[in-house]
């Protein structure tokens, strides 16, 4: 059958795009484009840091607790898994439990740092800044296979300084195989923690991989482990971008029910408990396929008569004044809200009836009482968190009002048309974070 005028054009098009590859003007420019990126390069410059921090395991004492695996836990009610950055024997620990209690056939991990990840003798580490190393390095934009770059480039960089020391004949004998990493005493507040120079011998090159090499290492340790990993770069304490929520529909509509899909970053907190979450409504509204109603969180005046204890209550729930604004534009919101609490509940703290670190609406009033407590020179650090905060909640909400509109229509647009669509939405958020003062 003869092509349509459409196809033919397509193939015309497909033809001159295999030409543009084999070119020698592309192969050139290809070449040049990793010559800079190589020059540019930042782990070259980078520090080891150790991921595990003193008290890093936060979760209430009376639940279960996995040895390598800090703040590992499960959403009541759902195969949806979170956790701090295991060691390998934690990653062990956690996938014997997920395929031998938990009724799970496969597992998908999934990484929510945006910071490279490499394991040092089945321990995790990342690269720092020398003058930062209390911040986590941001990559604006970067992809999946950018940050699988850094981690190459920054194993390689590891082993380079250590041949180097292992070949000067000039060097002290305890020297060498030598790798220093810096571990820090944990604090909230990123200048309040102290950093502690250590050294440990890598005798073998195995026993450094990036955070690729250890899953492929995982799935040969053990035959019953059907895993599959990703990841989903997101900025720390941030709210995801629109095309990470569209990445994640991507990787989560198409799991089976008996897929256990785990997310982690560092603690296992914020950005752990934002993939959980998203995870969550895409197994309500893409897998299961129904949409109901959730009570609407509201204050009692009744039962909170002091104007300052009922908004005290009414913050609590998440009831500020940007929400009211998102309410005119689109009322479906109120119903967004209200299935999003409800799965951020589960996926907060005991009292809520969770099993996690962090409510995603709360922690928001959380950053008022850090403020208002905190010494004038902090004060910033904490009204930006706030802002950050507020604005990561207000798009877990449009996310949840987009999904239980659009799963129905089998998703026929992405969350990012659909807030092109509604592009005042991005405003009122915008605009909201920017000028939220707590109300």
């Known amino acids: 059958m003869a092509a349509t005028a459409s196809e033919a054009i397509m193939i015309e098009l497909e033809k001159e795009g295999w030409e543009w590859i084999r070119s020698e003007r592309f192969q050139k420019k290809q070449k ?25 395991h936060r979760l209430d004492p009376k639940l279960p607790a996995y040895e390598g695996s800090p703040n590992f836990r499960q959403v009541p009610g759902y ?32 990484s929510m740092r945006q910071e490279p990840v490499v394991y040092l003798n089945g321990q995790s580490f990342t690269p720092r800044l020398q003058d930062r190393m209390n911040e986590n390095m941001e990559f604006p934009g970067a992809t999946g296979d950018d940050i699988e770059w850094l981690q190459d480039q920054f194993v390689g960089s590891i082993k380079a300084k250590v041949d180097a020391v292992k070949n000067d004949r000039y060097a002290d004998e305890e020297e060498k195989g030598k790798v220093r990493y810096y571990r820090d005493t944990y604090a909230e507040h990123p200048e309040d923690r102290k950093n502690i120079e250590y050294s440990v011998h890598l005798d073998n090159e195995e026993d450094l991989v990036t955070l690729s090499g250890l899953y492929e290492q995982l799935k040969k340790i053990d035959d019953s482990f059907n895993l599959d990993y990703a990841r989903m770069p997101i900025v720390d304490e941030k709210a995801p971008r629109e095309c990470d929520f569209d990445a994640m529909v991507t990787e989560l509509k198409g799991v089976d029910a008996n897929t256990a ?38 204050a009692d005046k009744n039962e909170f008569p002091d104007d300052e204890e009922f908004f005290e209550e009414e913050h609590r729930f998440g009831n500020y004044e940007v929400m009211e604004k998102l309410y005119k534009y689109i009322p479906e919101a109120r119903q967004g809200k209200a299935h999003v609490d409800h799965i951020i509940d589960l996926c907060g703290t005991p009292k809520e009836g969770g099993t996690g670190l962090q409510n995603l609406r709360e922690c928001i009033q959380w950053t008022e009482e850090k403020f208002n407590f905190e010494p004038k020179l902090k004060k910033p650090f904490w009204k930006q968190m706030s802002k950050n905060f507020i604005e990561r909640y207000c798009y877990l909400i449009m996310f949840a009002t987009y999904l239980r509109e659009r799963a129905p229509r089998d998703l026929d647009i992405n969350f990012t048309l659909w807030m092109d669509i509604r592009a005042e939405i991005r405003e009122i958020i915008v605009h909201g974070a920017r000028d939220f003062n707590f109300m």
Not at 87 to 107: R, V
């Open 261 to 298: 899909c785990v997310f982690n970053c560092q603690m296992g907190k914020g950005r752990t408990t934002t993939g959980m979450i998203v995870a969550c409504l895409i197994k309500d509204l893409v897998q299961a396929g129904e949409v109901k109603d959730f009570p609407l969180l509201k």
């Open 32 to 56: 040049e484009e990793a010559k800079k990126r190589e020059a540019n390069n930042p782990m070259k410059i980078c520090v080891l840091k150790f991921d595990h921090f003193e008290n890093i």
């Open 79 to 110: 195969l949806v898994f979170g956790t701090g950055q295991p060691t390998k024997e934690g990653f062990q620990n956690a996938l014997k439990f997920i395929f031998t209690e938990s009724g799970a056939t496969k597992c998908l991990w999934t």
